[in-house]
């Protein structure tokens, strides 16, 4: 993207997200106030809908669409753009970030405007899992189980997820699950699945070291077993997990079916129990801006 006159810019900023210690009205308006770009700044009411982002964005016609705020609200501006030709821009405001760190995207704010004022664009795949699309990564079972723990706890950061990790580590059984991939049916113990487009966690963690948002298929990552060793190195060291311990299919379209209820997550969003998830692969569903790819 390069800067040229007239190109419309719609800022769609979450006050409530993670980080909301940053005046991100006055940043960008400042960012841009010496520019050509036409800018237009909408900040979501506590009872906004995903209805009244797509009438603003009708409203505006603009080129591209920033998401200003965490991963919940990435996925929900995204899912207003799907198969359209506008945009998707980022500025990380949340708490883990995690698909901005996926995309090299700096949680600095005035790093993160340069790539939206001077960045290139690329299509990426998404999934559709339970009839709801996940950019980065959704999983079952322990990691779900922590992310609701989290979400409970004063505590946040790295340590408040240590925290809920071993508090999960404790009461999480593993699940007996049956999974169809390729017309295969695979029954498997496990005690996380996750459905992987991106390659890690907004922690860092790397879950997905083979992970891509723009090949033509999907990673399956079956956990067999979790230990407080491996809770570290989510955490802190950020190596991947051990492949003793780990199974790793890839493909375009996935059924999972459990016998009994597990935790399950969306994009960073905790969505309950559920005893069956279907996932299947869009292809080049979206049009995101990255940062320039310098030599």
């Known amino acids: 993207m390069t800067e040229k006159d007239g190109i419309k810019i719609l800022f769609i900023i979450n006050p409530g997200s993670g980080n909301n210690t940053v005046d991100w009205p006055q940043l960008i308006a400042g960012y841009f106030v010496s520019s050509n770009y036409i800018i237009e700044l909408f900040q979501l009411p506590q009872d906004y809908t ?120 404790w009461k999480n059984s593993r699940m007996e699950v049956e999974m169809h991939i390729d017309n295969k049916a695979i029954k498997i113990s496990a005690a996380m699945i996750v459905i992987a487009n991106g390659t890690k966690y907004g922690t860092g963690a790397v879950i997905n070291p083979i992970g891509k948002l723009d090949d033509d298929m999907f990673e399956v990552i079956a956990i067999k077993k979790i230990s407080i060793h491996e809770i570290f190195k989510m955490t802190f060291s950020h190596a991947p997990y051990d492949l003793n311990k780990t199974q790793v299919f890839q493909t375009d379209s996935l059924s999972i079916r459990s016998g009994k209820k597990v935790h399950f997550q969306v994009d960073g969003e905790y969505r309950g129990k559920v005893n069956e998830v279907k996932a299947i692969l869009i292809k080049d569903a979206l049009e995101i801006i990255i940062p320039p790819v310098t030599e």
């Open 50 to 169: 995903e209805q009244a982002i797509t009438d603003k964005i009708m409203l505006f016609n603009p080129r591209q669409v920033v998401a200003v705020g965490g991963d919940g609200t990435i996925k929900l501006v995204a899912a207003c753009l799907m198969q359209k030709n506008i945009a998707l821009g980022i500025l990380p405001a949340g708490s883990a970030n995690g698909l901005a760190k996926e995309l090299g995207i700096s949680v600095v704010p005035e790093d993160a405007l340069a790539v939206i004022a001077k960045g290139v664009s690329k299509k990426i795949h998404v999934t559709n899992i339970n009839n709801e699309i996940c950019i980065h990564l959704s999983d079952i079972g322990f990691n779900a189980f922590v992310m609701k723990m989290f979400e409970m706890q004063e505590r946040r950061g790295m340590w408040g997820y240590l925290k809920a990790s071993i508090n999960v580590l």
